[in-house]
């Protein structure tokens, strides 16, 4: 499966373990995200939120896995990505029910917060998880419910 994946500067050293851990997995992973050489520490998270959520839209990569120090602030900029759903998620059970249950593309999670065995689970968890909406009728009508709000936002 193909991952984009992103931190800001308090997930780099998270961000790397998981990369080390997806390709391990056989994963093909598309780093969007925080590089000490190339950026300045004034990018914040949604710099890179933006920038996996831009990949999933194009069809680049099919999820994504965004990293800060709590998970929450680069999750609330995904989330601002028309069609995009992302949570913040601190165990894989959360992991696997937003993805089943939601049809959630991304996951992201806090440096401060899991340390790299965890955060190796959550991603399995989120990954391995297919999204009931793909075969149970209730979940389809529950997604196309939420989507319906995001419209209601852009009609007017």
């Known amino acids: 499966m193909k991952i984009a994946i992103g931190s800001d500067a308090s997930g780099l050293e998270l961000k790397r373990s998981v990369i080390q851990h997806l390709r391990d997995s056989g994963h093909e992973v598309l780093d969007h995200g925080y590089v000490p050489e190339e950026e300045s520490t004034a990018e914040y998270s949604s710099v890179y939120a933006r920038k996996v959520a831009q990949s999933i839209l194009d069809g680049e990569s099919e999820r994504g896995v965004l990293i800060c120090g709590t998970g929450i602030g680069i ?13 913040v998620c601190s165990e894989p059970f959360t992991a696997r029910h937003t993805r089943e249950n939601n049809g959630s593309q991304i996951i992201a999670f806090g440096a401060f917060v899991v340390g790299p065995d965890m955060g190796n689970a959550i991603v399995d968890a989120f990954l391995g998880a297919t999204f009931k909406g793909e075969t149970e009728q209730m979940y389809v009508e529950r997604f196309q419910k939420i989507a319906a709000i995001e419209d209601e936002q852009y009609a007017g």
């Open 75 to 87: 999750s609330i900029s995904a989330n601002k990505v028309r069609g995009i759903r992302a949570a």
